[in-house]
């Protein structure tokens, strides 16, 4: 499991080029401002092995959601309400963590899978720089099929109880958290998408 913080990144670059990143839990303080996102020298990226769905931790009972807010791409607020009735892959990550970035891309295709059966993903980025900086980010990766989801205060990863970045959080139809995984995962294998048909209902 990989897992980072803004704080860990600027520590830990020695750590993401052997493929590894500590967890830490720093929420309950906003985290140093990282202007650029992390990035490794030319051919040298950093591995990172994606987990299978198995790495998934099922919430038994079915949790209640706090009542948070997405912002969208205009700096709207979209409360979780407007998912009702649609499963929900709610991820939580930022431009400058690596293992995040990893697992953008089996995001991508589980958002375009998972949209005929009502499985929205709704990845909400901690980036400060807001929407541009996700825009252009997801623009140079040929991410077209994930939507701008901001959380630029971390106010929704910090009542989600989040201990760091990635943090996936799968929804129910009822609005309600059925399975919580940490670090990067590969969403687009069929496993994860027949285990997520069953969480969500």
Known sequence: MQVTTRRAALV?????????????????KPAPRIATPLAAPAGEEP?????SIAALKVTEPPRPMPDIHLLDAEGAPHGL?????????LNLWATWCVPCVAEL????????????????????????GGAEVVKRFY????????????????????ALGA????????????????????GSADWASEATLARLRELVG
């Open 12 to 28: 830990s670059v020695g750590a993401l080029a052997a493929g590894t990143v500590a967890a830490a839990a720093v929420w309950r």
């Open 47 to 51: 591995e990172v092995k994606l987990e």
């Open 81 to 89: 309400a407007e998912f009702a009735g649609k499963g929900l892959v």
């Open 105 to 128: 891309p089996a995001l991508a295709e589980l958002a375009r899978r998972g949209a005929a059966e009502g499985i929205v993903v709704a990845p909400l980025s901690s980036d400060r």
């Open 139 to 158: 623009a140079a990766h040929g991410l077209q099929a994930l939507p701008v989801w901001l959380d630029p205060k971390g106010e929704a990863a910090r």
């Open 163 to 182: 201990r760091g970045i990635p943090t996936t959080l799968v929804i129910d139809r009822q609005g309600r958290e059925r399975g919580r995984l940490e």
